[in-house]
């Protein structure tokens, strides 16, 4: 519980206030538009930009009743929160098998309410949410339930996440590795998270997104991972890192990558099989899930080879499509810590106890202080694009005037950030003043 709260308190606190009052993207034009136009429960599982949205729908469903249109953004800022602060929790509990050490797996659960680059787009609102869920998907798939009926509540979340972003299909091949009678427990996630995948490949087939102009090439996809999910580990604002590029190229990039490097041929040589399975699956999944995101809203902005770093001003820089991947990425050094933790208390029992467990817990637990640290150091000066459009409260405020007077207008629009809107009739638009 006291995870959950702090995960809240960190998430609404990363932002401006006034940002809290500027609703995000789909969270507007898409979920609440199809919602009043449609019936919130009627577009539950309705098919958009080529995948399942099950957790945005299902919020929104669930507040449509109540929720007073003025204080839209800020409700759905809130519950967004909480389910950071949730979502921070479960990966504390679902780790625990393969990252024993406590101080690691709060170190995990620092991860998902500190990375930096979230700042920008992706905390705060349902559209960008299921950047959590592929975060969350590997750590469900190679949890061992200790009774069936936490098997059967962990395969509904199994389910549920899989609904809500499509890039989780990648990570059906851990199945394999646990599909053993010994994990029969874990049967229940397996099933719910293959259905759940399953629908969301026929979404894909019948609701194609239109909006990739092709793969990229192998450098521009390598360079913008560098770019978009390595450097943004401990700094946000896009500002400063097109600067460090501009100054020493890459060379940031590749000085963070030395710990993750070595905690990755820790993991591999020291750990278990499944530790050493988990790794893997972090590795491949930080690539995975950038590269499927960038391949997927291909531009000219991603091709970072074929322009060349030396035009960065022009590329994208520290986009959305780098929180899962960086959180995956991260990972690996509490992972790492864990292990040797483990190993070395072992080692311990085994011969002199103390003094080889006291030094390499100390040494871990500086490294697990640096993670936690270093991205919460990068979060202090937050960079947010929702201040391009303005509020949402007064806008709301103004229209319902507008309705209200002598000769109303036909419709109305709202502002919604980035640079879009919501058109609603007047009608539409007084039914959710509650």
Partial sequence: MLIVIVGAWVTWVRVPADHRRRPWAEDANIFLDEAVRDGA??????????YQHLIP???????????DVVRY??????????LVGLAAAAVFWLSR??????PARLTLSGITMLLPLATQETIGNLADLHV?????????????????????????????????????????WLIPFRARRAHARAFPIFVAFLVGAAWQIVTALLFPRATSEGPLSIGSTFLGWMVNTVIP??????????????SSGLLVAWIILTPIAAATVVALWKGTPTQRLLTVALILGSAATYTGSAWANSQDGFR????????????????????????????????????????????????????RAAITTAISVIACIAVVGIMGRGDLHPYSLRATVAEWPSAVIAAMDECGSARPPDTVTLPVAPWRSLTLTCTDLLSLRR
């Fill in 41 to 50: 429960w009627n577009v539950l599982v309705h098919g958009y930009a080529g």
């Fill in 57 to 67: 729908r299902l919020v929104v469903a669930a507040i449509y009743p109540f929720f």
């Fill in 73 to 82: 953004p800020m409700l759905i800022f809130a519950i967004c929160s909480v």
């Fill in 97 to 102: 098998d393969l990252v024993p050490w406590i």
């Fill in 132 to 172: 959590y869920a592929m975060w969350l998907m590997p750590w469900l798939l190679l949890y061992r339930p200790r009774r069936w009926s936490t098997g059967i509540a962990w395969a509904l979340l199994a389910f549920t996440l899989a609904m809500t972003e499509i890039q989780c299909v990648f990570f059906f």
């Fill in 233 to 246: 580990l401990v700094q946000a604002d896009p500002i400063a890192v097109r600067n460090l590029i501009h």
């Fill in 304 to 355: 970072y080879s074929e322009f060349g770093l030396d035009h960065i001003d022009t590329l994208i820089v520290n986009i959305r499509y780098g929180v899962p991947s960086g959180m995956l990425l991260s990972a690996v050094i509490p992972l790492a810590t864990a292990i040797l933790v483990s190993r070395a208390r072992r080692a311990d029992a085994a011969t002199s106890p103390g003094r």
